[in-house]
């Protein structure tokens, strides 16, 4: 991630680059053959990758600046992608229920394995990199181990798709958010269930911890915004149209803290990308 540019992309066949000083655009950063799912940029390489709903996995280099060969290996949609660090290591997950792991130095395919029946959705990395969460259309959340991909536990409690997953900050939960608009706090050492809050009325479609504070947001499908106090998971605020606020009118599919974690971004269904200045030490 360049420092104060973010990247979005949809199903308007590009990948586009945002300045967050100006706000606003800067340019279509480069094409692509189908709608775009998934955006990850690599920590330890330059370049960000872009998984369509064909299937293949774009890889545009910024010290090239330019697209380099693609990823090729998954035929469906590629709905999430994460990198281990640690190991050097990219995790692929596909709507065909399989999980590809590619080696980042010479992008060559090193594993592939199946988690699900149906589509992998969305994929969240522990932070000492020993554990990956896979959240599935079966309402099944797997936990794999990151040394040798065999799996550990597999949670059962949400009551439809699981939408969202994400490790806390601080290692010591994982939260869930689902079709079922539940999100569940479990516990990362042993995987037993902490808490579940009827957060929204539909699907909760992202999770995002704040990089520095102890609060958490989620962004659902009804057009709302959470921000929730991770020392408890009591609620703190909430941004809607609803409440008056100038918010999205469609569905949020997407929410991130930029790093500094002064703004919280958000995109929508409503083709509009949103910045947020919270003041979190209110009431």
Partial sequence: MKPGIIFTGG????????????????KVLFPVRSSVYSLHSTRNHPF????????QVNIYHFEEQKLISPLVHHKLPVFDMKSVVSKNELLIASEDGSVSVWNLDELKLVYNFQV????????????DEKTVAFGC?????KIYSLI???LIAILDEHTMPISSLQFSTDGKYLLSGSRDAQLKIWDAKDYSLIKNIPAHLFSIYSIAFHPELPFAATGSRDKSIKIWDTENYSLKKTISIEKG????HLSINKIIWEPE???LI??????????????LQAD
Wanted: charged share 30%; no cysteine; glycine share 8%.
């Fill in 261 to 263: 974690g002064k703004k």
């Fill in 137 to 141: 259309k079966d309402n099944l959340i």
């Fill in 48 to 55: 960000l990758l872009a998984g369509e709903r064909s299937g």
């Fill in 148 to 150: 040798d991909y065999s």
């Fill in 116 to 127: 699900s029946s149906s589509t992998v959705r969305v994929i969240s990395i522990s932070t």
């Fill in 245 to 248: 606020d100038h918010s999205h």
């Fill in 11 to 26: 199903n308007d066949k590009g990948v586009v680059e945002w300045s967050l000083k100006t706000p606003g655009f800067i």
């Fill in 266 to 279: 958000s995109v929508s269904d409503d083709k509009l990308l949103k910045i947020w200045d919270i003041d």
